[in-house]
């Protein structure tokens, strides 16, 4: 028997977890987590909870992988085997290997790679719960962990996805909307509304998916202003450290 619900979105036009169709799921972000990164963020989003953690840049081994005029960007995303109900075969998976790719290329439009010839930048993003939507919050999370790691950028990343249940557009699918809704659209975006990362699972019209960017737009918004406070918050708090006098 399916889990599917009847219906996703009430007469009140709110959804099962009680949101309106264009409302992200509460999250908060903690910088700086991991002392032996160079940058680091762990972030919750829903029920959703991911670290990312930053190395480099550093000279990369060996040699002959390192690219002569730019610094070469490596990003792991990874699921816990804890991370969802039935436990995950630990390693790498199709799933995983294309979310990494994909994830890699959503920063290589705003990292100023050609500052670090033949050096290496780590990203690892870690789902330690999965709650729909980890690719988008591991690509949050890697985006402040980068800030963090004084990685120069001409911008941060933000993503969300769109999906589609009821015949209707909502921001950021909850689990059972992922699962049994219509379509599911990640995306990720610079601070300038330039998309860096595009998917699509279902189907939806064109007039639909114009109104889909739209919609994550307003949600990378939101969530850049939760990026940004968090570096804020940080380096606020460096400056109240006080100098000794010599
Ligand atoms: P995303 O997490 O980016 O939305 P998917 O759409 O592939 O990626 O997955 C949706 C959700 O399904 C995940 O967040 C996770 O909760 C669950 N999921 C993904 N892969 C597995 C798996 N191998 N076993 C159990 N649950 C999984």
Redesign the pocket.
Known sequence: MSDKPEKFIDENGLRLDGRRVDEIRPMKMEIGVLSRADGSCYLEWGK?KVLAAVYGPRELHPRRMQKADSVLIRYRYN?AAF????R??PGP?R?STE?SKVSREAFEPVVLTHLYPGAVIDVFAE?LQ?????????INAASVALADAGIPMKGLVSAC?VGKVDGQLVLD?N?PE??YGDA?I?MAMTSDGEITLVQM?GDVTQEEFKQAIEMCKEGCRQIMEIQKETLRNKFTKLDDVEVPDE
């Open positions: 959703n699921m991370s969802v109900e039935d995950i075969r998976s799933r979310i789902v999965a709650d729909a939507g980890t690719r988008t919050a591991a996805a699918l689990k992922d699962n599911d990640p699972d």
